[in-house]
């Protein structure tokens, strides 16, 4: 009797699990809200593929409109999920998504990147990437996308995301300052990380307090990238020996976002001092909610602590 179909080989709760037969079943971050008009924030939402041989596609919003050809800034988002759950589809971050666009008055991108372990990183950089390239194609004669042509300012450009989608956005401003071009020479404005997932083999903080929520996150790592260097390597630890240097992260400005109760809190700490440290030449703010775990924003958007923190970014992409 063939017994492949129910013998668990990686479980990652609460999450996912992967069967012998290689069947993947994801438990959390599979519901799907499609793209549409939102009445109660008067955002528009649609799907674009953006990369057809690997289905990497966004999900781009914009906000109602003062006049036809109104020139709004860009927010490329990242969402998280530990790089093996979640998408552009799902209602949290839609219902989220929408109500940034509207209280920022910003026309956001959000990034459907191929997800861990059918696509190990890294993967999700690589498509984030190929999209970084397909937006800066709009800014220099090409691109077929309406609204980013006719509605973006590309001279007000940010990266955001939460937990993963916040990792996602520090390596893909490092890898803009290699790469020596990006939008026609446009630099990126800021950098809003919410509760970054950054990560390492000896505990930090309130790390040390928590063995049990320390070795959850080291086994998410572990299954998601498959190199031999563990929590050593760069891609989840910028403090390590061979990570880039912080001073070359291309943009002006970096929010970062954190939470008391997140076990991911210290690394947030941690790579805010760290900036202030650097040779970066930007400017780092901070911001932390008292008395929330992560992604508390995504579970209840409309709480005081979750608009608030909201209206922090829409204030941080609006300053002048």
């Known amino acids: 009797?063939?017994?492949?179909c129910d013998q668990v080989i990686h479980d990652v709760p609460p999450y996912l699990r992967v069967y012998k037969?290689?069947?993947?079943?994801?438990l959390f971050g599979t519901e799907v809200a499609p793209a549409t008009f939102d009445h109660q924030t008067e955002v528009s939402s649609k799907d674009?593929?953006?990369v057809p041989d690997t289905g990497v596609s966004v999900r781009i919003y914009r906000p109602t409109l003062t006049h036809h050809h109104q020139k709004l800034p860009l927010v490329v988002y990242f969402h998280g999920g530990a790089f093996f759950i979640s998408s552009i589809s799902d209602p949290k971050y839609h219902n989220v998504l929408n109500i940034l666009a509207a209280e920022a008055k910003v026309i956001v991108v959000s990034v459907d990147y191929r997800r861990a372990p059918e696509h190990p990183l890294p993967a999700a950089y690589e498509d984030s990437w190929a999209v970084f390239q397909w937006l800066a194609s709009h800014n220099s004669g090409g691109g077929t996308e309406t609204w980013l042509k006719e509605n973006v300012d590309?001279?007000?450009?940010?990266?955001?995301?939460?937990?993963?989608?916040a990792n996602i956005s520090h390596h893909m401003a490092i890898r803009v300052g290699r790469s020596g071009w990006f939008l026609s020479g446009t630099k990126i404005d800021g950098i809003l990380m919410i509760q970054p997932y950054f990560w390492g083999d000896e505990p930090v903080g309130v790390e040390a307090r928590d063995p049990i929520r320390k070795g959850m996150v080291d086994k998410w790592w572990q299954f998601v990238c498959p190199s031999d260097k563990g929590n050593k390597d760069p891609w989840i630890n910028p403090f390590v020996n061979g990570a880039a240097n912080l001073a070359g992260l291309a943009c002006d400005r970096i929010l970062v976002c954190t939470a008391e109760n997140d076990i991911l809190r210290d690394r947030g700490?941690?790579?805010?001092?760290?900036?202030?440290?650097?040779?970066?030449?930007g400017k780092a703010e901070a911001f932390e909610t008292e008395a929330e775990d992560h992604v508390f924003h995504l579970i209840n958007p409309t709480s005081e602590k979750a608009v608030?923190?909201?209206?922090?970014c829409a204030e941080f992409i609006n300053h002048e």
């Open 1 to 4: 009797m063939d017994t492949s």
């Open 21 to 26: 037969d290689g069947t993947i079943e994801r």
């Open 48 to 50: 674009i593929v953006v």
């Open 154 to 165: 590309f001279d007000r450009f940010f990266l955001a995301g939460d937990s993963a989608g």
């Open 269 to 281: 700490r941690l790579y805010y001092e760290s900036l202030l440290k650097s040779q970066w030449q």
């Open 308 to 312: 608030k923190l909201i209206k922090r």
